[in-house]
């Protein structure tokens, strides 16, 4: 596996690859795995290595920081919606010459998968959202203002802090120790401007109308692998259940930290499903 860096619309942008071993048999479709908040590509480095050993050495797995996390650029802009994240990715294909691409995003990362593959649905033949947010358009107001309002207002001011470990203590309920003490570290070295940035870009991602654009495209198919919690009723695939689920137990908002195993082995089966 090799780093390599990709100059994208606003910088640098850092990724591994993996290559692929030469083989008679054809290739298959490269996979490109999105991390979500607070993370970088480094979250995927048990995921890779088990999907590997399912998928065969011939199996090309790419994995990428997002702008502004890991040793990726910043945008001067401080634009970190899913849509500019997603020119990111299109950037990273274009440069690299990979005309189709299988994608995997946990958490924020999920909904850029979903506006790379809306913005270019021709080019992605599986998506496989692991534990996405829900679409927050479908909030009755009243709870939008209630609840989101005061969050985003509170990360702006002295109670940043206390305010972003509170929710992530909320998905992180279920999980194993490690991933919580991981986790908390990350977020304490995350940016404020970043969690700002993510976190507006979700409350506004008009997710369910991506996944409406990409499903009418012939041959592109999208699954999900959740979270035990992930069953609200604005969860994208409660609002649209033609998405296949696997649900692994005893598992928090990073289900690919608490139980490598069952999810590589769900993403492996989401991967060869027809």
Not at 15 to 25: E, N, V, W
Not at 65 to 73: K, N, T, V
Not at 143 to 160: I, R, T
Not at 240 to 269: C, K, M, N, Y
Request: net charge negative; glycine share 8%; charged share 15%.
């Amino acid at each position: 596996m090799h780093i390599a860096t990709v100059i994208g619309p606003t910088g640098r942008l850092n990724l591994t690859d993996t290559g692929a071993a030469s083989s008679a048999a054809p290739p298959a479709v490269p996979l490109l795995l999105v991390h979500g908040m607070a993370y970088d590509l480094g979250v995927w480095n048990e995921t890779i290595a088990l999907l590997r050993a399912n998928l065969g050495q011939n199996q090309r797995i790419l994995a990428i920081d997002l702008r502004g996390h890991g040793a990726s650029d910043p945008p001067a802009d401080g634009d970190y919606t899913p849509d500019s994240c997603a020119a990111d990715i299109l950037a990273v294909l274009d440069k690299l010459e990979i005309p189709q691409v299988a994608l995997v995003g946990h958490s924020f990362g999920a909904l850029v998968v979903l506006a790379t593959a809306a913005a270019a649905p021709t080019r992605v033949t599986r998506i496989i959202l692991a534990d996405p947010p829900g679409d927050f358009n479908y909030l009755p107001p009243s709870v939008y203002e209630a609840q989101m309002v005061p969050f985003l207002a509170a990360l702006a001011g002295d109670g940043y802090r206390a305010a972003a470990e509170e929710k992530f203590a909320q998905a992180l309920e279920g999980g194993t120790p490690a991933t919580r003490e991981t986790t908390i570290a990350r977020l304490a070295a995350t940016p404020r401007d970043r969690l700002i940035g993510m976190y507006k870009g979700m409350f506004a991602c008009d997710a369910v109308g991506a996944i409406d654009r990409i499903l009418v495209t012939p041959g592109t198919q999208i699954s999900a692998v959740l979270a035990p919690s992930n069953s609200w009723p604005f969860s994208l695939h409660v609002l649209r259940p033609q998405i296949a689920t696997t649900v692994i137990p005893e598992t928090s908002h990073w289900l690919q930290l608490d139980a490598p195993v069952p999810f590589a082995e769900a993403v492996t089966a989401a991967l060869i499903s027809q």
